[in-house]
């Protein structure tokens, strides 16, 4: 009634030429469609349903996404360690690009030791990070150390070029009494509060929306930091990392959503995971700004994480990177990937597409970088990783009444009632538990 009578109104004081647009959103519009052909052309012009942006067309069409183009892949070095356009260089120091140079390395020589260690049954299980080391390295080198991570699994170069040192990878691996998490999660759940790197969690896609809701706080504390979330290809198919890209857009928080395509998730190749281009394709759908970066290229990764800071910090609200990748381990120690894929395709993208190998020729050209350099480097990395995983192994596990610890700020009576009841028990049959090989009880 309001909206007829509103109407009526604009009719008496315009005649025919009443403000269409307004009574169109009354949703009315069709009672004036024949008022007159110049008006009628006005009201038509341009939908006026609520969050519609766009124009009428009088052809069907539907969009073919196989019609069009794929979203273009940004890079900066090719293959041979070139800079393929001169604008784009970051123009690192060389102190930087040798520090991404050793992190990336290092993680590598890590995870041969590690994998190899739970191949033994020294550690219970593994994660290794091959292939993907140019998106670990280039995406933290352009963070603020301030900035808050939240990973999936398998992004540890992130934490090695924070500063998470050897001796703490390996005793979180461990779960030994250094480790930071004492001893209460599954290897490769690290996570530090003096680096700002949020525990990992198992289950996918839970710090997503975790993250979201971080960047929407960093933006009320309006400090100039950002939340980064790491993220899958394969976790992007939760329900969680919808939550987390629409809350984000929606409340304009800033944060960059960090998708790692390594081309699995597990088993599944992407081609079994979805049918769009990719996940950069779901940025739009999103209201996100978005790119799509060669991952195995550190310097594309570093400039398109810079950028996306930038972009979060200046315009408030959330970017996506897609960086390609490939996956060169198995998924974990759980897994054998030859189940699923040919030695063939592993090695091309091992011997062909290396972020490494790519990183180590661009350093070559510029004469930063030889083959005595490489010989030295790995005897001396090998000897670091070798000493902190002796040290690490050597160490007690945390003191068994530890795990009734630090979930009450009092412990409750029940808990304390069956911290007694353990105790008591493992006395008395010490004859059955190791317990020289771990910290003493309280
Ligand atoms: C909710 C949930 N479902 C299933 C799993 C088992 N799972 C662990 S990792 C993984 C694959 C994830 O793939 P992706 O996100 O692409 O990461 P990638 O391992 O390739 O780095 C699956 C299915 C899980 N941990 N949590
Ligand atoms: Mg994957």
Same mark, same amino acid.
């Given at each position: 009634?309001?909206?007829l009578a509103r109407a009526?109104?604009?009719?008496?004081?315009?005649?025919?030429r009443?403000n269409?647009q307004?009574v169109?959103a009354?949703?009315i519009h069709? &009672?004036f469609?024949q008022?007159g052909? @110049?008006?009628?052309?006005?009201y038509?012009?341009k939908? $006026?349903f609520?969050?519609s942006?766009?124009?009428?067309?009088?052809?069907?069409?539907?969009?073919?996404?196989?019609?069009?183009?794929?979203i273009?892949?940004?890079?900066?070095?090719? %293959?041979e360690?070139?800079?393929?356009?001169e604008?784009?260089?970051p123009k690192l120091?060389?102190?930087i690009v040798?520090k991404m140079?050793?992190?990336?390395?290092?993680?590598?020589t890590m995870d041969?030791v590690?994998? $190899?260690s739970?191949?033994?049954?020294r550690?219970s299980?593994?994660m290794?990070?091959y292939g993907?080391?140019g998106?670990h390295v280039?995406?933290?080198? *352009?963070l603020?150390?301030?900035?808050l991570i939240?990973g999936?699994?398998?992004? *540890?170069?992130?934490?090695m070029?924070?500063g998470y040192?050897?001796?703490?990878?390996?005793?979180?691996?461990?779960?030994? @009494?250094n480790d930071?998490?004492?001893?209460?999660q599954m290897?490769?759940?690290?996570?530090?509060r003096?680096?700002?790197?949020v &525990?990992i969690?198992s289950p996918?896609?839970?710090q997503?929306?975790q993250?979201?809701?971080?960047?929407?706080?960093? #933006?009320?504390?309006?400090k100039g930091?950002?939340?980064i979330?790491?993220?899958g290809e394969?976790?992007?198919?939760e329900?969680?990392?919808?939550?987390?890209?629409?809350?984000?857009?929606?409340?304009?928080?800033p944060?960059i959503?960090?998708?790692?395509n390594?081309g699995y998730?597990i088993?599944?190749?992407t #081609?079994d995971?979805?049918?769009g281009?990719g996940?950069?394709?779901?940025?739009?759908?999103?209201?996100?700004?978005?790119? %799509?970066v060669d991952?195995n290229d550190?310097f594309?990764?570093?400039?398109?994480?810079k950028a996306?800071?930038?972009?979060?910090?200046t315009?408030n609200?959330p970017?996506?990177? $897609?960086?390609?990748?490939? %996956?060169?381990g198995?998924?974990? &120690?759980s897994d054998?990937s030859s189940?699923? %894929?040919?030695?063939?395709?592993v090695?091309?993208?091992?011997q062909?597409?290396?972020?490494?190998?790519?990183l180590?020729?661009?350093m070559v050209?510029?004469?930063?970088w030889?083959?005595?350099?490489?010989?030295?480097?790995?005897?001396?990395?090998?000897?670091?990783v070798?000493? *902190?995983?002796a040290?690490a192994e050597?160490?007690?596990?945390?003191s068994?009444?530890s795990?009734?610890h630090?979930?009450?700020t009092?412990?409750?009576?029940?808990? #304390?009632?069956q911290?007694?009841?353990?105790k008591k028990?493992?006395?008395?049959?010490?004859?059955h538990y190791?317990?020289?090989?771990?910290d003493k009880?309280?």
């Amino acid at each position: 009634m309001y909206c007829l009578a509103r109407a009526l109104n604009l009719i008496a004081t315009n005649g025919t030429r009443f403000n269409v647009q307004k009574v169109a959103a009354c949703g009315i519009h069709h &009672t004036f469609a024949q008022q007159g052909s @110049q008006s009628t052309a006005r009201y038509e012009d341009k939908p $006026e349903f609520p969050g519609s942006r766009s124009r009428y067309v009088h052809k069907l069409e539907f969009l073919d996404p196989d019609s069009q183009e794929g979203i273009p892949v940004y890079r900066v070095l090719n %293959r041979e360690g070139t800079i393929i356009d001169e604008s784009q260089d970051p123009k690192l120091s060389r102190a930087i690009v040798e520090k991404m140079y050793h992190d990336m390395t290092l993680l590598n020589t890590m995870d041969r030791v590690l994998y $190899e260690s739970q191949r033994q049954g020294r550690i219970s299980f593994y994660m290794t990070n091959y292939g993907e080391e140019g998106t670990h390295v280039g995406s933290a080198a *352009a963070l603020d150390s301030k900035d808050l991570i939240f990973g999936q699994y398998r992004e *540890a170069g992130v934490l090695m070029w924070r500063g998470y040192t050897l001796d703490q990878f390996m005793n979180q691996c461990y779960g030994n @009494q250094n480790d930071l998490g004492k001893g209460r999660q599954m290897p490769v759940h690290y996570g530090s509060r003096d680096l700002n790197f949020v &525990t990992i969690s198992s289950p996918l896609a839970t710090q997503m929306p975790q993250a979201s809701g971080a960047a929407y706080a960093l #933006k009320l504390q309006q400090k100039g930091l950002v939340a980064i979330c790491f993220f899958g290809e394969g976790a992007a198919s939760e329900g969680d990392a919808h939550a987390a890209l629409n809350f984000a857009a929606v409340l304009d928080c800033p944060i960059i959503f960090f998708c790692r395509n390594n081309g699995y998730a597990i088993s599944t190749p992407t #081609k079994d995971q979805y049918r769009g281009d990719g996940i950069a394709a779901r940025g739009r759908g999103y209201g996100i700004p978005t790119v %799509r970066v060669d991952g195995n290229d550190v310097f594309a990764v570093y400039n398109a994480t810079k950028a996306a800071r930038d972009i979060c910090l200046t315009q408030n609200r959330p970017v996506l990177i $897609e960086a390609m990748t490939y %996956r060169i381990g198995h998924h974990s &120690t759980s897994d054998d990937s030859s189940a699923y %894929r040919s030695v063939d395709e592993v090695s091309y993208w091992d011997q062909q597409d290396n972020p490494i190998t790519r990183l180590r020729h661009f350093m070559v050209l510029q004469k930063w970088w030889n083959d005595d350099a490489e010989q030295n480097w790995k005897m001396e990395s090998r000897k670091m990783v070798m000493k *902190a995983f002796a040290e690490a192994e050597g160490r007690k596990k945390p003191s068994p009444d530890s795990m009734f610890h630090d979930v009450y700020t009092d412990m409750h009576p029940s808990l #304390k009632e069956q911290m007694q009841a353990m105790k008591k028990h493992v006395t008395e049959h010490k004859e059955h538990y190791p317990l020289e090989q771990y910290d003493k009880m309280t």
